[in-house]
Structures are given as C-alpha cells and as structure tokens.
C-alpha cells in the first residue's frame, strides 16, 4: 500500500511540472530607456497593445501622447536675451492648468505671456502654434524648445483641486477636501520669489458660461505684512495666478 501511494505522489508532482512548464509566463511590462529630452518610448506588453498609462512602470512617448492637465513642459527660446538681473536657468517650467491651458512666457526679461489650449492635442501641434504667435508679436525666427517632462498619469484628470502659478512664481498648488484655500497661504506653500511682486497678484478665474478671463487682483505683500486678511481671497480649483517681477521703481 505505502509503494502505491508513493507512486501516485510521483506521478501527480510530474503531471504538474509538465503543466508549469506547458502554461506561459504572464507579461512583464519593462520600461524602456528615457529617450533624449527627459521623454521616453510608450511600452507595450507581449499582445502587442499599449500599456495601462496609470501604471508606474509604464512609459510615455511625448510625441504621440495627447496631452493632460497637470502635464508639464521644459520651455525655453534660443533668441531669448538675458534676464537684467543675470543668471538663472535658461528653461522655464510650465504646467497645463485643470483648464487644460498652459502660459508660455514670451521671454526670461519680460511678464507677458502666450497662452495656447493644449489639451487633447499633440506636442507637436502646441510647438508649431506657440512659434507661429511668437513670431508673429515678438521675435523674428525663433528658435523654441518644448519638451514633455512631467506627465499626469492618471486614466483621466484626478479630482484633486488645483491651482497653478506662473510668472516670477511657478508651481501648482493642491486644495484639499473641504479647505479654504485663500492668495496668500498658496503663495506661502509655493515659496515667495525676492523677485516676485506681491503687491498686484492677478488670479485669473475662468468663467465657464462667458469662456472669458475674470482678472481678480490682490495685494499679497499688504496681507503678509500687515496681517490684514480682509482682502485674502479665497482660490477655486482651475484659477491661475500670474505673479510678474519687480519693476525697477
């Protein structure tokens, strides 16, 4: 009796060997190697079919992605002179807002700024259309470079509010579940500028019926000072603020 059970023992771990080894491996999803420019190629799994972009594994061609709010891009303009007060890096960040805008400054000594509609649409639409208006107003041949170096890689936009920050202060902002975000405490959490201007910050609320700018301005420096916060507006989710650099007077 004791043979016959060892013999059916054997013959059942064959059967599953021979099973293991018949069933094929489940696809492993590698990433590939950045491509130049911060970007890298979209990875496919073994069936041929794009990966799942939420996955942190996964990685994204710039060129054929559509693109997203909170994506973000390294700008800069080759004819771009120099900033007065000198130094500083050459390329700027800018981040597409939940509006699905993105504010492309004109120039390191200037606050004036493109603003191009990118979502949905490829980054090769967004550089020809930013050097077209560029040309257009201010340079004569411009040299741009646009490049994909922050992704938001969620299936779709995540419902966390934000605000986004350009000009002498960049960065975006997040407004948590119930709270009051007010100007002031979100120019605290990006950080003050010795450049910045707090004495005009403008925050630009799009109004949804009209699709037109509501410019709202306020002087931050007077509420940081002075501790007067009649005046603190409170932000709402999609609200851009421009915050330009100090004049000489």
């Known amino acids: 009796m004791r043979t016959v059970l060892l013999t059916l023992v054997v013959a059942g771990a064959l059967l599953a060997r021979g099973a293991d080894a018949a069933a094929p491996a489940a696809p492993v999803v590698a990433p590939s190697k950045p491509a130049a420019g911060g970007a890298a190629a979209e990875g496919t799994n073994s069936t041929g079919k794009p990966a799942k972009e939420y996955l942190s594994t996964t990685v994204v061609d710039p060129e054929s992605r559509e693109l997203k709010p909170r994506d973000g891009f390294r700008f800069s303009i080759d004819e771009d002179p120099p900033s007065a007060q000198g130094g500083g890096s050459l390329d700027s960040m800018v981040f597409v807002s939940d509006g699905g805008e993105a504010m492309f400054p004109v120039s390191r000594s200037s606050s004036v700024y493109v603003k191009v509609n990118v979502a949905g649409r490829k980054i090769a639409e967004v550089r020809k259309e930013l050097k077209e208006r560029l040309d257009q107003d201010y340079y004569k041949n411009s040299t741009i470079h ?104």
């Open 146 to 249: 646009l490049d994909l170096v922050q992704v938001n890689r969620g299936g779709a936009v995540d419902q966390t509010a934000r605000v986004t920050f350009y000009g002498e202060m960049s960065g975006a902002v997040a407004i948590n579940e119930g709270e009051q975000l007010t100007i002031s405490e979100a120019v605290l959490r990006v950080g003050r500028s010795e450049f910045a201007d707090l004495r005009k910050v403008k925050i630009h609320r799009l109004d949804k019926e009209t699709g037109r700018d509501n410019i709202i301005v306020v002087d931050v420096e007077k509420i940081l000072k002075k501790g007067d916060r009649r005046d603190d507006k409170v932000l709402q989710a999609g609200d851009r603020v421009e915050v330009r650099e100090k004049g000489l007077f």
